[in-house]
């Protein structure tokens, strides 16, 4: 292949660069990205940035060498518009097209919104530019923060803006956080972490609407309006300075409608990043790999390896099927989780307590054990998630 385009520069993409210039492509090598800055770390996004604990140079995931001896044409501040497998060509939004012999997708996901006329004051993270744009917000004086959602990105905003001394609703329509990736007893837990923080934690309730600030001229704020209430889907109202909505995200994929791509909850292909189009290799959170698709970090920096490795053989040569893994920081508490959990599942601690703050504990079904979650363990999660990847999995239980 003479040319190779990464759409996509975020970790995944990154990686799928930095994979081929390992596995010896000496070829012309375009990244596109929608953003203008050069790969960065997002998992800060919602803590330490957020707190300001952690500044925008302190995120870059490649120094200034690594970017050099990629040899790459960046087009940043650049977005895909389409993409013509026949032709061997990616539409950029600015008119341009690439001419390239391969492909990698690597454009993630857009965080899930709420319906409505947009309002000053709600906001998503995602990208480094949302959470300036709410730090910036966060750093104007004691406000009244409502958390739309208490999945991981909820859950880590409101403990942010706690810390930060904001007042924080968290509004969850399930009957406890993280009710479906943990199950009842660990979410029990979680909710507790907001609780024990002062947080004001609302469940089993949705959202109806969200409305503007009476009385306040819209003009102010760029004829849009600012936030001042949110509706609740039982028909309480919760007074709001601030609103983060964290929903979850879905794939990035409509740009690739009409291309001949499979598109189902991402990108669909194989085991390997591979798609049914010869030259197209999917990455990242945007890829549906073998009917799964993962949003963890691990896995966008890992898989890329294995999918660029693929695109250069032309076939399948290799598949990734590491154990999923991902962490999150909520409190002063690191939550660890490897493994795939279901509702059937039945939950056991082997070391600590969750009523300490501390713990390791077990998921098991039928015998065998199926994933692993810990709580301020890192030694001991390390050592169960080992066992868990090798061949066999940790001991029966």
């Known amino acids: 292949m003479r040319t190779i385009t990464v759409i996509g520069a975020s970790l995944a993409g990154l990686h799928a660069a ?13 990244i596109v990205g929608e953003e203008h800055h050069r790969p960065y770390d997002r998992p800060p996004l919602s803590k330490e940035f957020l707190t ?41 939004a600015d008119g341009r097209k690439l001419s390239t012999d391969g492909v990698v997708l690597a454009t993630g996901a857009v965080p899930r919104t709420l319906p409505g006329e947009p309002l000053a004051g709600v906001h998503t993270l995602r990208t480094l530019d949302d959470a300036a744009a709410l730090r910036e917000e966060l750093s104007r004086g004691q406000v009244r923060v409502v958390v739309i959602g208490a ?17 924080v609703t968290v509004v969850e329509a399930a009957a406890q956080p993280l009710l479906p990736q943990l199950g009842a007893r660990m979410a029990a837990f979680c909710a507790d972490l907001h609780t024990d923080h002062g947080v004001t934690l609302l469940t089993g309730t949705g959202v109806r609407a969200l409305h ?13 309006g600012r936030v001042g209430w949110v509706e609740l889907a039982d028909g309480r109202f919760l007074p709001a300075d601030v609103v983060v909505v964290g929903i979850g995200v879905q794939p990035a994929t409509g740009w690739l409608q009409g291309s001949g791509l499979v598109l189902d909850d991402g990108v669909v292909c194989d085991a390997g990043g591979a798609t049914p189009v010869p030259g197209v290799v999917a990455v990242g959170d945007v890829a549906r790999r073998a009917g799964h698709r993962a949003e963890h970090w691990t896995s966008a920096m890992e898989a890329p390896a ?3 490795r693929n695109l250069l053989a032309g076939t399948t040569v290799e598949t990734y099927s590491a154990v999923p893994y991902f962490w999150s920081d909520q409190y002063g508490i690191r939550l660890q989780l490897a493994g795939t959990t279901s509702a059937a599942d039945t939950v056991r601690v082997v070391e600590g307590s969750p009523e300490d703050r501390s ?3 077990r998921y098991e079904r039928d015998g065998a054990t199926t994933a692993v979650l810990a709580a301020n363990r890192p030694r001991p999660f390390t050592r169960a998630r080992r066992e ?6 940790l001991a029966p239980v």
């Open 359 to 361: 713990f390791l504990a």
């Open 18 to 30: 930095l994979a081929l210039r390992t596995q010896g492509y000496d070829g012309r090598l375009v």
């Open 212 to 224: 503007p600030e009476p009385g306040r001229s819209a003009a102010a704020d760029g004829g849009r």
């Open 52 to 92: 300001g604990a952690l500044t925008a140079d302190r995120l870059s995931l490649a120094d200034a060498e690594e970017i050099a001896e990629l040899d790459a044409d960046w087009l940043l501040g650049t977005r895909a518009e389409g993409l013509d497998p026949p032709s061997r060509t990616v539409a950029l």
């Open 306 to 308: 294995v999918a660029v």
């Open 151 to 167: 999945g991981f990105i909820g859950a880590e905003v409101a403990s942010s803006c706690a810390t930060l001394g904001h007042s």
């Open 388 to 393: 868990l990847s090798r061949e066999g999995g």
